[in-house]
């Protein structure tokens, strides 16, 4: 669809719909921004980008209907030029790591003031990258970083902070039991983790950040 070269178009993905109605209002009050369309969850938002041909998808790490990070990949395979800016509440350097490497464009957080959206929006339209100041002091604070998880490995982790035994995961997730342990020693080896009550420690804790 045509428009006007300036304005910039933006689909909001958020399963809450309170959010979503106050970033419209939040960004309705600036005259180059549109909010298009948006979505509740994963399966809606590809349905609907389509139709709405969106300069930014604004989108939350967290949802409930699938994950936010899979969703980045899903929809950068199908639309590689789309600008993805993650809007979140957690600011776990993990999560903006991983964020980062699907393909995300910045990652700005939900209690950041309206100003700052703003110029996360813009910045990434125009082919940079945005990281609100809180989460950029995180991010390169850690020293040295921690090596990143794979998906099946974050999968397995969040699993294992649920209190699911190593037969239940391979189970759910259609692996032998042999390889849901090889995955729990690379998970310690990457962690730097002793034993199996440090893993099961960590994993809880970690659950309990989880968008």
Not at 32 to 57: S, T, Y
Not at 64 to 69: F, M, R, T
């Amino acid at each position: 669809m045509p428009h006007a070269p300036d304005l910039i178009r933006i689909f909001l993905v958020d399963d809450h719909p309170m959010v979503r109605e106050g970033l419209r209002a939040r960004l309705s009050s600036v005259a180059h921004l549109q909010v298009v369309g948006e979505a509740g969850d994963a399966a809606e938002a590809m349905r609907l980008l389509d139709e709405n041909a969106p300069d930014v998808v604004l989108q939350d790490v967290g949802l409930k209907e699938g994950n936010g990070i899979d969703l980045v990949q899903a929809m950068l395979a199908r639309w590689p030029a789309l600008c993805i800016l993650m809007f979140s509440m957690y600011d776990n350097p993990e999560y903006v790591q991983r964020a980062l490497q699907a393909g995300a464009r910045g990652y700005v957080l939900k209690d950041a003031p309206a100003s700052e959206i703003v110029a996360a929006i813009e910045a990434v339209v125009a082919g940079g990258a945005f990281l609100s100041p809180g989460v950029s002091r995180r991010l390169f604070r850690q020293q040295p970083p921690r090596p990143l998880l794979s998906p099946r490995e974050s999968q397995i982790l969040s699993a294992l902070g649920r209190g699911e035994s190593s037969k239940q995961i391979a189970k759910a997730l259609a692996l032998s039991v042999r390889t849901v342990e090889t995955h729990r020693q690379s998970i310690k080896r990457k962690l730097g983790l002793e034993g199996q009550a440090e893993l099961i420690k960590y994993a809880v804790e970690h659950t309990r950040e989880a968008p």
